[in-house]
């Protein structure tokens, strides 16, 4: 899925949960539910070309954009950002052991991992990908601006 939509779940679920000891792993296994739900995100493969880095990049600072600006005046705000980063984690993870192979026979449970994750992608076509991100993503915003 984009980042984005996991953004806005992550920042939902830390906003929504008050104790950051439940919300923070809420919202970084919250990453495997959307992915295991029909989305579209282009299944980019590495090495990621420049057009795929820029998308990826453009997607996470709007995402992150637009969460600090809703959590502005949150006293939580940082827990709010925490789970909105923890929801992304796994793609980082993802992404950094396809570019960096050698992290993957460094650390070996990343390779369990990262197969788990892989595993679960759901790609449907871009518009009904795309139709299930936006509905992902004004779920979220529901409880991220009430
Ligand atoms: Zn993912």
Avoid: E
């Avoid at 539910?33 to 579209?40: E, F, I, S």
């Avoid at 005046?73 to 980082?92: E, S």
Wanted: charged share 10%.
């Amino acid at each position: 899925m984009l980042s984005t939509p996991h953004l806005l779940v992550g920042a939902a679920i830390a906003r929504s949960i008050p104790n950051p000891a439940i919300s923070l792993p809420a919202a970084f296994f919250s990453h495997f539910v959307l992915d295991a739900t029909p989305h579209w995100d282009g299944s980019p493969s590495a090495p990621f070309s420049k057009k795929v880095v820029g998308g990826a990049a453009a997607d996470y600072l709007f995402g992150a954009t637009l969460i600090f600006l809703i959590s502005a005046n949150d006293p939580r705000q940082i827990v709010i950002l925490a789970g909105a980063f923890l929801a992304t984690l796994p793609d980082f993870i993802l992404a950094a052991s396809r570019h960096f192979p050698i992290l993957v026979r460094k650390i070996p449970p990343l390779k369990r991992f990262n197969n788990y994750h892989s595993g679960i992608q759901v790609n449907v076509r871009l518009a009904k990908g795309l139709l299930s991100a936006f509905a992902t993503c004004l779920a979220a915003l529901v409880f991220l601006t009430r």
